[in-house]
């Protein structure tokens, strides 16, 4: 049996071929790179979920004091800032008897009484809160503590809720309503001094309480590179631009990646008139005559530089 030729089939694959426009809201943002949106498509899931979750929570005892808290696991908190119990996954653990630095072999369990501290992440919203201990979790207190949100309560026991095996089987159909996003090619203006705060306030004011276009261009590593874009059926007179990227550009808060930075000194640099410098009498030098009013008004420019000098 003779064998058969070799066949190439090439299929001609678009590559991160870019999705279709969708309405999103954002629900945190910390900087014009990092932004959590949540999808107009899934407001009827959002509000199942917070059904589920009020139900699980208001029927379920609070915790005991010698519960056991495990970094990286699932947990329920009465949200401050959303005003409801939430998902949410603990970030960071800090005991009673703590030197404020983490090690890599420090332990991840601590029962409730241990703890002077929680930092949990929420999942379907996309920012952090911060849970303070009166008197015992002051004095672990960092400035990132408190740039999150966070409160300072006598007790964790009655805003926490353990998330049980179960209690995960009633909401595993929804997913993490949160997704990290990051603006397309953009860094801040200054560079070497990162993101200034006017860019967030900005962000923030254009697209606050409003629904927006999202249009994504890619995914790296879990986040979705996009552009946020104001919807077609918008007033003109709605703060939201056309291209949120380029409106953060156009202030000049923040610049495309392909941009070179400019220096303080070019920035601070103003444009100045220098004179020429006039050839010395009886000299020959090379001109190039670049107007002429009248024989007795005309100009050079001398060795073709682009200096121009009157000529009587």
Not at 226 to 254: H, Y
Request: hydrophobic letters at 40%.
């Amino acid at each position: 049996m003779g064998s058969s030729p070799d066949v190439i089939i090439e299929e001609i694959i678009e590559e991160n071929p870019e999705r279709c426009p969708e309405l999103v809201f954002v629900s945190h943002v910390i900087h014009p790179c990092h932004f959590y949106i949540r999808k107009y498509s899934q407001i009827k899931d959002a509000t199942v979920l917070e059904k589920k979750v009020n139900q699980i929570c208001n029927k379920n005892l609070h915790l005991d004091p010698s519960d056991i808290l495990e970094l990286g696991a699932r947990i329920f908190v009465n949200s401050i800032e959303n005003g409801m119990w939430c998902r949410g996954t603990i970030t960071e653990l800090i005991p009673i008897e703590s030197k404020n630095i983490r090690k890599p072999c420090s332990p991840t369990k601590f029962s409730v009484r241990e703890v002077a501290l929680i930092q949990i992440f929420l999942v379907d919203f996309g920012n952090s809160e911060v849970l303070i201990v009166t008197g015992v979790g002051d004095t672990h207190i960092r400035p990132e503590h408190i740039a999150e949100q966070h409160v300072v309560l006598n007790d964790l026991c009655p805003v926490l809720r353990k998330s049980e095996p179960y209690i995960e089987g009633l909401v595993k159909d929804i997913p993490p309503l949160a997704y990290p996003c990051s603006l397309k090619d953009i860094v801040p203006h200054n560079s070497s001094e990162g993101w200034e705060e006017e860019a967030k306030l900005e962000f923030l004011k254009m697209v606050n309480n409003k629904a927006v276009l999202m249009k994504v261009f890619r995914e790296e590593n879990g986040v979705l590179i996009v552009d946020l874009q104001k919807p077609p059926t918008n007033k003109i007179s709605s703060d939201m631009p056309v291209s949120l990227r380029d409106a953060l550009v156009f202030m000049e808060l923040a610049r495309f990646r392909s941009q070179s930075p400019r220096s303080h000194t070019e920035e601070n640099m103003a444009l100045r008139y220098h004179p020429p410098i006039l050839p010395k009498e009886m000299t020959d030098v090379s001109v190039m005559v670049c107007h002429i009013n009248s024989p007795a008004d005309f100009y050079l420019q001398l060795g073709f530089l682009g200096v121009c000098v009157v000529g009587n």
